[in-house]
């Protein structure tokens, strides 16, 4: 078999065997294979697309490129939800819990955060004492003992999307919509669980800034997902601001715990019942409209905030910070922006605000930077609020004087503002799954 031959095929707009995409994948992981030419067939994918069935071969082929999860050694339905990223998204923190409460296991492996994305793994370890590496044996005592754990990605997850992904990152590769779903879902697959939710957030704090787009790789990475045997659906999200009122990473898990305490923002509220009752859904416990409820009463009842405090104390942390996050250490320093007139908030580049996050030293601008647990941003007014003089817009905290002063101005520059009131916009606005699209 030569590469020479599988470029000119897809460059022809053929369709490449699961032979040849074996070929293509393994061979340059281990290094058979040059930069030139695999970027050659990237850009013909680029340009010619792929077939659901070529994308679901790349994808299985990407995952068992390294480690597989086998979940088998935990009891009953393991259910799994991913987001695409933005600015804001504490999801997994406040679902999970709920999820597990209801009876459905969670055995979580997420990521850190890189740039203006927050990562559910750096979130987590804000809590003192909280372990997010473990010993696979203690992952899965602790999912068969709780029915909940989260934990960092071990091992060599999907070694092929790595190597793929820093070359598409220097060939003008990365906007492909099927090299994003099979980098997206190789993972998921390698993850291990039968029933996956997909939150594919669109905005100017997603990667996806148009919904057609970001419904098109939605529709991807379902095809993908059943294709894999995974029953999986999604929904897409509004990223155009941010989600909830925090973003950082003490002042995310706190309003998590709030939202599980029945106290928090609507948005995302909205957006944690509708994650939760999926996925209890697709795991066969009722009815959308039934685990709804059942998803309510696990908040209202507060067994999920219980789940979550014995997860964190089964991983080390101290529980005492869920049950009173009075407890978190707060922010040296901090900037009110206070409104100097009467206006609406117009519009928000929530990727400018999430790169305000990062100055603060809530993000990381490297993948070694020293992460400031207490720094981030509270949005007290969003989009289509309306604001009167003397009113607080939002609140920046962080441990560096220097970088709260600069970070001020720069969050400014997000927002545009105006005499005229603008609609806010839906929090939901699409959900997808094998069979259809709805928009909300």
């Known amino acids: 078999m ?20 074996e070929y293509f994948v393994n061979g340059y992981v ?5 930069d030139y030419q695999i970027s050659a067939l990237l850009m013909a994918i680029y340009y010619k ?14 995952a068992e490129s390294g480690d597989m999860a086998d979940l088998s050694g935990i009891d009953g339905i393991k259910a799994d939800k991913h987001s695409t990223g933005g600015v804001g998204d504490k999801t997994t923190i406040a679902v999970a819990p709920v999820v597990a409460a209801c009876g459905v296991k969670v055995a979580k492996m997420s990521g850190r955060g890189l740039g203006f994305t927050g990562g559910t793994i750096d979130k987590l ?25 989260v934990i960092g990605q071990s091992g060599e997850i999907a070694p092929a999307d790595k190597k793929l992904y820093a070359l598409r990152d220097v060939t003008a590769t990365v906007d492909s919509i099927p090299l994003i779903a099979a980098s997206i879902m190789s993972k998921k697959l390698a993850a291990g669980s039968d029933k996956i939710v997909l939150d594919v957030t669109t905005g100017t704090g997603a990667f996806m800034k148009s919904i057609d787009d970001a419904v098109t ?14 029953e999986t659906v999604a929904y897409i999200t509004n990223m155009n601001v941010p989600l909830g009122i925090a973003a950082g990473n003490n002042i995310e898990v706190i309003e998590a715990i709030e939202t599980l305490k029945g106290n928090g923002p609507e948005d995302f509220t909205e957006i944690c019942r509708n994650f939760s009752a999926s996925m209890l859904n697709l795991a066969g416990k009722g009815s959308m409209e039934e685990c709804i409820l059942m998803a309510d009463k696990a908040i209202e009842n507060h067994s999920a905030l219980d789940k979550l405090a014995e997860m964190v104390k089964m991983q080390g942390g101290d529980e005492r910070y869920i049950y009173d996050t009075s407890l978190f250490k707060k922010a040296p320093y901090s900037y009110e922006w206070i409104s100097e007139s009467d206006m609406y908030i117009t519009q928000m580049d929530t990727e400018q605000c999430g790169k305000t996050s990062v100055l603060l030293g809530a993000g990381r601008e490297i993948k070694d930077s020293v992460i400031d647990f207490t720094a981030g941003i509270k949005f007290y007014k969003k989009t289509g609020d309306y604001v009167k003089k003397g009113d607080i817009i939002a609140v920046l905290y962080s441990s560096d004087k220097e970088k709260l002063n600069k970070a001020a101005g720069y969050l400014k520059q997000a927002y545009k503002t105006g005499r005229s009131k603008v609609e806010k916009q839906k929090t939901i606005i699409a959900y997808v799954s094998k069979n259809n699209v709805i928009m909300y």
């Not at 020479?4 to 699961?18: A, F, P, Q, S, V």
């Open 217 to 230: 790789l939605a529709k991807k990475m379902v095809a993908i997902g059943e294709g894999a045997g995974r």
């Open 125 to 149: 370890e804000s809590i003192p004492g909280f372990k997010t590496s473990i010993p696979k044996k203690e992952f899965f005592n602790i999912v068969n003992s709780i029915g909940l754990s």
């Open 49 to 62: 697309g792929m077939s659901d069935t070529e994308l679901l071969n790349l994808t299985d082929i990407m």
């Open 30 to 34: 281990k290094g058979d294979i040059p």
């Open 2 to 21: 030569l590469m020479y031959n599988i470029i000119d095929k897809k460059k022809k707009g053929g369709e490449l065997t699961r032979e040849e995409t």
